[in-house]
């Protein structure tokens, strides 16, 4: 049986969120990865973690969360949302990017780290995996999510983008040219490769988005508990995992 086989919503300490195509398969991997050691309160770090999506479900939990962001509109609404759900004292917000990470956080302090849409916006990706990885403590892990090329050629392409398109699939970083929004986006075997440099062994890559962006929101809307188990069943499944809008991959330090 594989991470993404388990019942989404079986009862433990982990509830979570309602699941989505954003997040099911996402939730699946963390959750198994805090069932390897339960009855533990785990020292997590969320990096880019915003208002608090992933940070206040996991304290519920009973875990230790840390949220580094850049945002202090961001923080101020994860302090409130920490506030509304009972576990302010288990969540801290420390306001920084994540160029800044190195100089934010202790290093061998954290058992599981998150970071999620980071790599694609931040100076130096590579420098900032490094600082992911040495605040992991031996054997903890690293969640991280990235905006994945494919997609992002394939959707303007079908949106009738072709000169975009063609941009985008010639550019080393996988850019849409001066108005792209993200700096960087990633195929499965160069975002393995970033965490491989920095020490950490990646264990499993699934895609993130597999249809949701492709189908209409008739189709999306209307079927939503069919469309998030079909993300789950092909998320780490060739072809269909490299096409996804994210590639999500989880990592770990020896």
Do not use: K
């Not at 069932?35 to 940070?55: N, S």
């Not at 969360?65 to 509304?84: F, H, K, M, Q, Y």
């Not at 188990?229 to 989880?250: G, I, S």
């Amino acid at each position: 049986m594989t991470r993404l086989d388990r019942v989404e919503q079986t009862p433990g300490r982990l509830a979570g969120p309602p699941l989505t195509p954003r997040t099911a398969v996402i939730w699946s991997v963390l959750r198994a990865e805090l069932e390897r050691r339960p009855g533990t309160a785990l020292t997590v770090l969320d990096v880019g973690g915003g208002t608090g999506g992933f940070a206040v479900p996991l304290a519920q939990a009973g875990h230790r969360v840390t949220v580094v962001d850049a945002s202090p509109d961001a923080l101020a609404a994860l302090t409130r949302r920490a506030a509304d759900a009972g576990v302010a004292e288990r969540v801290r917000a420390v306001q920084g990017d994540g160029d800044a990470l190195a100089g934010l956080v202790a290093p061998g302090s954290a058992d599981l780290v998150l970071c999620h849409a980071v790599l694609e916006v931040v100076d130096d990706p590579a420098a900032v995996v490094s600082a992911v990885a040495a605040a992991l403590r031996p054997g903890g892990a690293a969640s991280v999510l990235v905006a994945g090329r494919a997609a992002a050629l394939l959707g303007r392409a079908m949106n009738g983008h072709l000169e975009v398109a063609a941009t985008l699939a010639a550019d080393p970083a996988g850019t849409a040219g001066p108005r792209d929004t993200l700096r960087r986006r990633y195929d499965a075997d160069g975002a393995a490769a970033l965490l491989g440099a920095a020490g950490l062994v990646v264990e499993e890559i699934h895609g993130v988005r597999v249809l949701a962006d492709l189908l209409p929101a008739a189709v999306a809307d209307g079927q939503p508990a069919a469309l998030v188990e079909l993300e789950r069943a092909l998320a780490a499944r060739a072809p269909w995992r490299d096409l996804a809008a994210q590639l999500h991959l989880f990592a770990r330090r020896p």
